[in-house]
Nanobody, 119 residues
């Protein structure tokens, strides 16, 4: 089992920045690929970014490329999402998720943190 707790959400004006954190506890953090997802009101949850177990590979949704950066510190059991140049359409609940090295789906999810971008 992996427990995930997100933090760092809040209200920011368009063009501003936020850094989300996701602290993991439980089994060995470095055996999990990590991802960030988001869900806006009335919309389905969507992929935002992912990072491999050792940080060597990252991926981003087209809508956030060049603005968001995912990173991790395995020594601190934490994954981050640095969000710059935020737009009102980035408003959503952001979720952290963990996928074990040998599985194809994200099996563990945090409770989410609200990000609201005002215009």
């Amino acid at each position: 089992q992996v427990q995930l707790v997100e933090s760092g959400g809040g209200l920011v004006q368009a063009g501003g920045s936020l850094r989300l954190s996701c602290a993991a506890s439980g089994r060995t953090f470095s055996t999990y690929h990590m991802g960030w997802f988001r869900q806006a009101p009335g919309k389905e949850r969507e992929f935002v970014a992912s990072i491999s177990w050792n940080g060597g590979t990252t991926a981003y949704a087209d809508s956030v490329k060049g603005r968001f950066t995912i990173s991790r510190e395995n020594a601190k059991n934490t994954v981050y999402l640095q969000m710059n140049n935020l737009k009102p359409e980035d408003t959503a609940v952001y979720y952290c998720a963990a996928r074990y090295l040998t599985t194809g789906s994200y099996d563990y999810w945090g409770q989410g943190t609200q990000v609201t971008v005002s215009s």
